[in-house]
């Protein structure tokens, strides 16, 4: 059963959802069992969306729309907002951006991005995270986190680029078992014709500059051609949108590149430290 602050803190999207579908269920003469059944999932997945304790996934809302839309597209249109809901209030605006974004260029300099994050790596962070969250809210950030990187196969495709800090590949997360599959992840994702990683070295400062100091940078490529710099920090985040503003962050992030190593030296990189994590 849905405690109190479940039904809450549940987004006005997912408490349309859950009202919504549980009353073309019963408009059917069907149980939560028989709806479980004909979407593809437990009697108890279907009680935690009606009762809020669990707000619908991705796809659950597709099959929802399958067999209870009646071609409306109600659940269909769902999509988003629910997926957004279930983000940090920091984060939702930032997030709708970054689906829609045709060019993400992205610099790292604590942990793996969450668009390359593997389930076991996500839980891992998110749930050693301060202050200390619920089991149930670790997997609802963890399926959030999850749903975002549907933007590697979407159509159209967008150009997605990564540099990251040596030490975030060196910084064990959960355990060794976790940073070697993570790594092995982060390989394979380069494997996109649309997907770059680049990895900047921990001697890259050796000669008095480095570029990327003051911390990680995201830039965003709009649909329409608008050039956005985000930045997250502590909980807090900040979309710029001033050109000249943009502008800086843009020649900072190119310096970084420059001085990271090139796509097949990185791998080369990535593959000698999974080897490491044993």
């Known amino acids: 059963m849905a405690r109190a602050e479940n039904k809450e803190t549940a987004g006005p999207t997912a408490q349309m959802v859950a009202k919504l579908a549980r009353k073309l269920r019963l408009r059917k003469g ?8 004909e979407i593809g999932f437990s ?3 279907v009680s935690a969306m009606e009762t809020l304790a669990q707000p619908a996934s991705d796809q659950m809302l597709v099959e929802l729309e399958r067999v209870l839309g009646d071609g409306m597209e109600i659940f269909e249109d769902a999509r988003t907002p629910v997926r957004l809901e279930k983000y940090p209030e920091q984060f939702k605006d930032f997030a709708l951006l970054e689906q829609q974004a045709v060019a993400l260029q992205m610099y790292e300099t604590l942990v793996i991005n969450g668009l390359f994050q593997t389930e076991e790596y996500a839980r891992a962070l998110i ?9 149930q809210r ?12 549907t933007i590697f196969d979407r159509h159209p495709v967008a150009t997605i680029e990564l540099i990251l800090e040596e030490a975030v590949l060196r910084r064990v997360i959960g355990s060794p078992e976790i940073m070697r599959a993570q790594m092995h992840h982060l390989i394979a994702c380069t494997r996109k014709r649309n997907v770059s990683v680049f990895v900047l070295p921990l001697d890259c400062g050796t000669g008095g500059e480095h570029a990327g100091a003051r911390g990680g940078i995201t830039l965003v490529e709009t649909p329409e051609h608008d050039h956005l710099a985000y930045l997250e920090v502590q909980g807090e985040s900040l979309l710029i949108t001033d050109p000249a503003k943009v502008s800086t962050f843009t020649q900072r992030y190119a310096k970084i590149r420059a001085q990271a190593l090139g796509p097949r030296e990185s791998m ?4 000698e430290l999974a080897g490491e994590q044993r």
């Open 127 to 135: 749930g050693g995270g301060y202050p200390p969250l619920s089991e």
């Open 268 to 271: 080369g990189l990535i593959e």
């Open 43 to 45: 009697a108890a997945a």
């Open 30 to 37: 069907w149980t939560q069992e028989k709806l479980g059944t």
């Open 138 to 149: 670790v997997e609802e950030l963890v399926q959030a986190r999850m749903e975002r990187q």
